[in-house]
């Protein structure tokens, strides 16, 4: 029995070094292939003046990367083993275990005197998607079988997937405030039931909390990845603001908008990550390249939402977008049929009827088509670069994500 454990053990050992020297050169070679496909787009399909305007936005790295340390040995407590999740490549049901204490586990890490307590924590009540932590963490494990066979999480990817969390929920705090939303989630937003001054102290109270669980990772490459993530926010949100006078550029204003605001968060977290498991460049570029493509495609379905959900699907108002002055890919897509929409949206919806004259235009036009093929593409990007590493359950659930991402207009 004894012998049999040692003969099994040196078995993997001979396996893994044969992988690491030989496959791991062929993997290398077809992401470093993958990655150049994806930083080029596919324009076949989109017409017109917009179509022309549209490119892949990529954002470069705010640092080159030096070679990386392996990831941490120690195995967390909830570790899931893979003949467990072999059994299944449903991302909920992979992460579930994981995410079950995330919220409190938050919650405890935003522990405060008085109200800022109550208002910090509000919408961490676990009625969230927690799809940035989810990917966080599948990406986390599906790296981790890649380069290790090993599919446990550190410790250090386990802060990066609360910190996704964090990050993403106070932007959603302030985003309330500038929008004067009084609604999210289906419930009263925090600036509706505490007022704008405390929702605002209360969304900064996160952003630094999660700074300093960032901080106590105490890796220099990670805090740099996930710092550009806040640079991004707040640009994305200046850019929110504007509309390009040039009919040409206000889709690749649209998408670089859309990028930062939404797809930053998914792309640097899933970089981090891979930087915790020791990746090198090339696997972090399509750690990085799969977060960013999910995270456009999954904005630009939640744009297509604002025009064909009810308000108790969404949690929030429809035509909200439209009613804030913001031209989304279906307005901007209608466009092409419709040029009458260019004046509105440089008014920004402002006149009396503008809203309601532009969703009708959006409705006769192909633009909520359009905007599902966009997303499409995005999605098969986001497999392609995917499928350039080693299959596992995770792995797996990442490619079936793009498909749940897709679901609302199935």
Known sequence: MGGTGREEGEMRKANNRKWNSEESVRQRERVRSCGHCSRRWVSTGVRGAAGGALRQVQEPDPQASPTPSPPESQPSSTTTTTATASSTTHPFTLTEP?????????????????????????????????????????????????????????????????????????SLVHDDVLDASDKRRGKPSVNCLYGQRKAVMAGDYILSVASTMLARIRNEEVLVVLSQVLADLVQGEFMQLGSKENENERFAHYLKKTFKKTAS????????VAILSGADEDIQEVAFQYGRNIGIAFQLIDDRLDFVATSSEIGKPTGADLKMGMATAPVLFACEKFPELNP?????????????RALELVHQSDGLEQTVFLARQHCQEAIKVINSIKSSPEQKALITLTDKIMTPVK
């Open 265 to 272: 968060l998914l792309a640097y977290s899933c970089k981090a």
């Open 344 to 356: 509105m949206i440089m008014r920004r919806f402002q006149e009396p009827g503008d809203v309601q």
């Open 98 to 170: 994981d995410l079950h204490n995330m919220f409190e586990d938050i919650k405890k890490e935003l522990r405060s005197q008085f109200e800022l307590h109550d208002i910090a924590e509000y919408y961490f009540d676990g009625q969230g998607k927690a799809v940035r932590p989810m990917v966080t963490l599948l990406m986390s494990r599906a790296l981790n079988i890649h380069l290790h066979s090993d599919n446990r999480l550190t410790k250090a990817q386990r802060e990066v997937a609360k910190v996704a969390e964090m990050i993403h929920t106070a």
